[in-house]
């Protein structure tokens, strides 16, 4: 049989010390770098390096972002491992005009913000002042004074409350080319029908109808109405019961026989 090497102990003290050397410095190594870590997230936590220094704002229009900014609470001292991304989304929506708000905060200093606002559907007309129904059915602040779109309806005698929020997602019902093609809504109650509306069309026809139906007969009724309708031939459609037209003449003719 081969002998065995035979290494003698004070061969490998020196080795042994040498390990033991090695192992000392990667620990020593490991706990600096664990100490410099933490020293550099204290120094960020607690400088201007961890404040938000981008505030990206997009997708509203009749807000301001101004007026998005100071309701969000974020300013260029907030930090940005402090943003509580839910809690602004639930303050944004405060605001009457914004429907959803989708915070997201970015490292290492960005916060967007993306709006999703209730549109204008139509205004409500009180005492010669304008005042700008959402679809939320909510109304905004007068706008006296602007100029007033002309592909949103001007709302008379309607009632806040349960009564304008119907004629709102009536309208929001309506095709677009219909609804951008309404000039007035009044409130006419009639012996028939509480809810009853007339309607002043750009094209210069009137149309009488229900609150309750207003979308589905505009929508199915109107446009096949009025293309069967000779050249400047305007009138009366009443849609309350089946589609009844009437034209301007022959309704002014009977009016002035039911006078005399």
């Not at 390096?49 to 300013?75: C, E, F, M, P, W």
């Not at 200093?109 to 993306?114: D, E, L, S, Y």
């Amino acid at each position: 049989m081969p002998e065995k090497k035979v290494i003698q102990l004070e061969d490998r003290i020196p080795k042994l010390k040498a390990q033991r050397k090695q192992k000392a410095n990667r620990r020593m190594i490991f706990y600096l770098t664990i100490l410099f870590i933490l020293i550099l997230a204290v120094v960020y936590f607690e400088s201007p390096l961890s404040n938000v220094h981008t505030l990206s704002i997009k997708g509203n229009d009749y807000v301001s972002k101004q007026q998005i900014a100071r309701q969000s609470g974020v300013t260029k001292h907030s930090k940005i491992w402090d943003i509580d991304e839910q809690k602004i989304e639930r303050s944004l929506k405060k605001l009457p005009m914004i429907k959803h708000a989708d915070v997201q905060s970015h490292f290492p200093g960005t916060v967007t913000i993306a709006i999703t606002e209730y549109t204008k559907v139509a205004y409500l007309q009180k005492d010669d002042r304008y005042y700008p129904v959402l679809s939320s059915g909510k109304i905004m602040n007068d706008v006296s004074g602007k100029a007033l779109p002309s592909s949103a309806p001007i709302i008379k005698g309607v009632e806040q409350g349960k009564p304008l929020k119907a004629v709102t997602k009536q309208i929001m019902a309506l095709n677009p080319a219909i609804k951008h093609g309404i000039s007035e809504i009044v409130s006419a109650p009639s012996k028939y029908y509480d809810d009853e509306l007339h309607l002043y069309m750009n094209d210069g026809n009137e149309v009488i109808v229900t609150t309750s139906r207003l979308a589905s007969k505009l929508n199915h009724f109107y446009p096949s109405v009025t293309s069967t309708l000779k050249d400047n031939e305007r009138g009366i459609l009443d849609l309350t019961v089946g589609q009844v037209f009437t034209p301007y003449e022959k309704s002014k003719k009977s009016s002035d026989k039911s006078s005399e």
